[in-house]
């Protein structure tokens, strides 16, 4: 009987291939070393730093100094060259322990900023930037929504013209993950070719960041506002061709919502992993809460969607590992993560009671970041729009 409840491997037959979600066993190391590191590290002093909305600059340098800041970047450029089932192992552990560092490092450092340097960046750039990002010596931000432009990322208003061997660049950029604390942004602005994008450094004269404050989750990490004011940057720092910038940015969005989608994974099992520990600790009428049959289910709804958000999450990365289409795949596990990461941890507050009201348990974070969750890398209607669209063979231009 034993044996019939031991399940070794699970394999799916899809699109002609078997998808193997068996982690490797270099895989199952390095996510065993994250684990260690993050409750050894992590957890003891998160809740003080989201008390005091501090950036957690010393565990960052920590994480850099394991690897954990250039996870699918190239050995050559400082990264540990990871594929993407493995990027999305190190995002769910991150996620599982906090949210706010999963969204400044992994979701905006990593996938918006190192990836589009390497992606769309020529060799001077991404010698000069990636291995200072992946060490830690710089952090960077991607600034492309502004206060009059959220989802309709063709309306910005920022503008940049050439002046001799100089972009001068003029707007403003707000909800910027990393802002007030990056060294490196990248920053997107309209010329007369159409949307292009930039690269501009701290203490660039005309470039100054506002923090935003009484953000409801996410509180060690930095959400800010940028201003350029006749901001002039080297005509060099040009990131990729003049004209491309929206397609950049399409590019660096969908990888930080695979990467949002691994993160919510991990904000849900970390739900699921709170309350299997306090049902059996919790006592009433005598006996441990997890006797109860309500309290089983809500725990067994909250198991079967964490599985299904990493399956998903997992099924999106296969694709991207073989360079294959992967835009819907990738919005129904960034979709699907973000609302089950949301009812695990309304549920979990539901079975804690007060102390899930209070941050004496995680699951009170869990929750407030979940919500700023379904917003991040595009709201979960636009993720709606892209799955309906696909399905239906519509143009989103229609």
Known sequence: MQGLLTIPRIEVLWRYEVIDFEL????????????????REVIPVIRNYERQFQF???IVARMASLGMLGGPIPQQYGGMGVDWITHAVISEEIGR????LCIAIPIAHTSL???????????????SYLPRLTRGEMIGCFATVEPNVGSDG?????????????????GTKIWITNGSIADLAIITARTEEGITAFLVEKGTPGFSVTRIEGVMGIHSASESELNLTQCRIPRQNLLGKVGKGFHIALSSISIARYSIAAGCTGIAQGCVDACVKYAQERYQFGKPIGSFQLVQGIIADMVVETEAARFLTYRAGYLKDRDLPNARETSIAKYYA???????STNAIRLHGAYGYSDASPVERYHRDAMGAIIFGGTNEIQKLIIGRDVLGISAFV
């Open 154 to 170: 063709v309306a910005i208003e920022a503008r940049a013209e050439l002046d001799g061997d100089q972009w001068v660049l003029d």
């Open 97 to 100: 322990i906090s949210f706010s």
């Open 24 to 39: 490797t066993e270099e895989q199952t190391m390095l996510r065993n070393m994250i684990r260690e590191f993050a409750e």
């Open 56 to 58: 957690p600059f010393e």
């Open 338 to 344: 973000t609302e089950a990461a949301l009812r695990a």
């Open 113 to 127: 900023v190192e990836m589009s340097i390497l992606n769309w960046g020529n060799e001077e750039q991404r010698q």
